[in-house]
């Protein structure tokens, strides 16, 4: 099994001015082991052709990941930043599963 380090980026919702509302991104580090790690092209119809990928990362997860794992958004793996499709609790960890690219706001 390979051992992975990286950053896992959580969002909140917080109001930024009077009706205004962003997602405000939270990082934080973690250890954990590579469980599953595979690629898949998928033809959406388009010029260029979406990439995803299907890992699956165990972390050794604090209680900060237990009581905010429903608002993690991405997983750094690779230099990239991938979505997470799926969180699965198993105390003492956590195996999140990972999708394709993450386009959303980031870490300034």
Do not use: C
């Not at 980026?9 to 973690?30: D, F, H, K, M, Q």
């Not at 590579?34 to 990928?53: A, Y």
């Not at 429903?70 to 750094?76: A, G, I, Q, S």
């Not at 499709?85 to 999140?96: A, E």
């Amino acid at each position: 099994m390979n051992k992975w380090f990286g950053k896992i980026g959580y969002a909140n919702t917080s109001e930024v001015r009077p009706g205004v509302y962003e997602e405000v991104i939270t990082e934080r580090e973690y250890y954990g082991d590579l469980v599953r790690n595979t690629k898949q092209i998928e033809n959406s119809g388009e010029v260029i052709d979406d990439i995803s990928v299907s890992v699956s990362i165990s972390i050794v997860a604090d209680p900060f990941a237990y009581n905010n794992f429903h608002t993690m958004k991405y997983v750094d793996y690779m230099g990239s930043k991938w979505k997470v499709k799926t969180v699965d609790p198993q105390y003492p960890r956590m195996v999140l599963s990972l999708g394709g690219l993450y386009n959303g706001p980031t870490k300034t």
